[in-house]
């Protein structure tokens, strides 16, 4: 008989393969990287099917069929403003907060200059003017 890897219950598995399924595409999203953003969409791919494969064979509702439940799991992994909670990776940061990415800011789209520490330097061609903000009260535009 071979022995399971895992010692979590089914209903622990399908809620952390939604979790997984979510930060994966938050990944193929941020990622310039032909190669990186292929990589990602094949992750989702497969998590997609072991999700559906659960919740078909355990009457479940999943992030695919169920809009709160959608909205439950991102509240989880993403603040109000969208940044997220979960611990990002080095080259998940590097890409998140490069030059030349657009940020929401006051209702505005700013595009980023430069970080500084826990502030950024956003610039606004509409405004035409550069301002340094808290990290925490942007939100990356994907």
């Keep these: 008989m071979k022995r399971k890897t895992r010692n979590i219950s089914i209903a622990e598995y399908f809620l952390v393969l939604q979790k997984e399924y979510l930060i994966a595409d938050f990944r193929r999203k941020i990622y310039y990287n032909p190669k990186d953003k292929a990589y990602y969409q094949k992750v989702m791919h497969y998590k997609k099917e072991k999700i559906d494969n659960i919740a078909?064979?355990?009457?479940?509702?999943?992030?695919?069929?169920?809009?709160?439940?959608?909205?439950?799991?991102?509240?989880?992994?993403?603040?109000?403003?969208?940044?997220?909670?979960?611990?990002?990776?080095?080259?998940d940061l590097r890409n998140y907060y490069a030059f030349g990415n657009e940020f929401s800011y006051k209702g505005e789209i700013w595009v980023l200059n430069?970080?500084?520490?826990?502030?950024?330097?956003?610039?606004?061609?509409?405004?035409?003017?550069?301002?340094?903000?808290?990290?925490?009260?942007?939100?990356?535009i994907l």
């Design 56 to 91: 078909a064979r355990n009457h479940l509702d999943s992030i695919f069929t169920n809009e709160s439940k959608l909205e439950e799991l991102k509240s989880e992994l993403f603040d109000e403003f969208g940044v997220p909670k979960f611990d990002m990776t080095v080259k």
């Design 114 to 140: 430069r970080v500084i520490g826990n502030k950024l330097e956003l610039f606004s061609a509409k405004e035409n003017k550069i301002i340094e903000v808290d990290r925490k009260y942007t939100c990356r």
